[in-house]
């Protein structure tokens, strides 16, 4: 997803912390990117270095002791010298799992904790515990920018329009296209009129 965000970029290195077997530092060589990742259960002889992409994913969520789970996200943006990309398992996966309550998370059917987030919970538990404001980008997944720069840019290209082929911009009473200038409301409900009737087809 950072790669697809333009979030890792060429030449950009990537610590992975909490990497488990390491798995996407195995995908990330194979793409050409110096990468390197610690983890406590299975990596544990590597040094913790900085690096211009952090990663730490789906690991606060496996830490039973909360003041725990503060202190890692606190190591891992220490080692963050652009972004810190930060991914947790959310409440909606909780139905599909079978477990008992424990602490603040529950205990599965395999004995592992789970720390369940609401997504708000997790944007406002990541920003309060780092000082700042991190981005969403997916369900359960955030940016943390160390410049506010990087952040806008960022912001700007994934939500304004500036990341796909055909950037917005706002004009006075609502957005158009910034090549044609046409309307964006007049796209959208030409967009849904096909998909109406696409819908119409296919059930037909
Ligand atoms: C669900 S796995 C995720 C592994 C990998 N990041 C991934 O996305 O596939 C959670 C990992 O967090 C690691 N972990 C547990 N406590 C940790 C801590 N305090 N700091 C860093 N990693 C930790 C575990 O050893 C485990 O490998």
Redesign the pocket.
């Known amino acids: 997803m950072a790669l697809e965000d333009g979030v890792i970029t060429e030449g950009d290195s990537v610590f ?5 077997r390491g ?2 530092l195995r995908q990330l060589k194979r793409l050409g990117f110096a990468c390197n990742g ?5 990596r544990s002889d590597v040094p913790l270095h900085s690096a211009p992409v952090v ?1 730490i ?3 606060v969520n ?2 039973e002791d909360a003041r ?1 789970r503060v202190e ?1 996200l606190k190591s891992a943006w220490e080692l963050a010298e652009k972004v810190l990309v930060v991914s947790a398992r959310l409440t909606l996966e909780a139905q599909r799992v079978k477990a008992s309550e424990f602490q603040d998370g529950v205990v599965t059917s395999a004995g592992t904790f789970q720390k369940f987030y609401g997504q708000q919970e997790l944007r406002t538990w990541i920003d309060q515990t780092l000082g700042v404001r991190s981005v969403p980008t997916a369900p359960g997944v955030f940016y943390v920018f160390r410049e506010s720069e990087d952040r806008e840019q960022f912001i700007n290209r994934k939500y304004v329009g500036g990341g796909t082929s055909m950037p917005v911009r706002k004009v006075k009473g609502g957005w158009t296209f910034s090549s044609s200038g046409r309307p964006l409301y007049k796209t959208l409900a030409a967009a849904k009129r096909a998909y109406k009737a696409y819908l119409a087809k296919k059930n037909a």
């Open positions: 992975d912390f909490g990497c488990g798995e996407d610690w983890d406590p259960a299975f990663n994913g789906y690991v496996v830490i725990e890692t």
